[in-house]
Nanobody, 120 residues
């Protein structure tokens, strides 16, 4: 069974940085696709970033140049480095895994989420 555990969320001032960590078990991150999503209060969950089996990355426009997704294959862990944080980045952040390499295919396993709060 695939399990994902996120950590690293917290309270940060606008302009600050945080690094989220997603530890994956039951599936190798090096040959799967791992993504970060977020859901703000009263809003739908939205895609943030993803990293594929060939280390290709994808970002939503609102975080390009501010967020960086990366992974450590030896630790089977995916990171989301967030910089220049804005109040609009406040949300619960979720890590998700897909065995498919196709960007449009759904994710089949999700973590429990970690809260990120950016104060202005």
């Amino acid at each position: 069974q695939v399990q994902l555990v996120e950590s690293g969320g917290g309270l940060v001032q606008a302009g600050g940085s945080l690094r989220l960590t997603c530890v994956v078990s039951g599936r190798r991150v090096s040959i799967s696709r791992t993504g970060w999503f977020r859901q703000a209060p009263g809003k739908e969950r939205e895609f943030v970033a993803a990293i594929g089996w060939s280390s290709t990355t994808d970002y939503t426009d609102s975080v390009k140049g501010r967020f960086t997704i990366s992974r450590d294959n030896a630790k089977n862990t995916v990171y989301l480095q967030m910089s220049s944080l804005k109040s609009g980045d406040t949300a619960v952040y979720y890590c998700a895994s897909s065995s498919s390499t196709a960007l449009g295919d759904p994710y089949d396993y999700w973590g429990q989420g970690t809260q990120v709060t950016v104060s202005s």
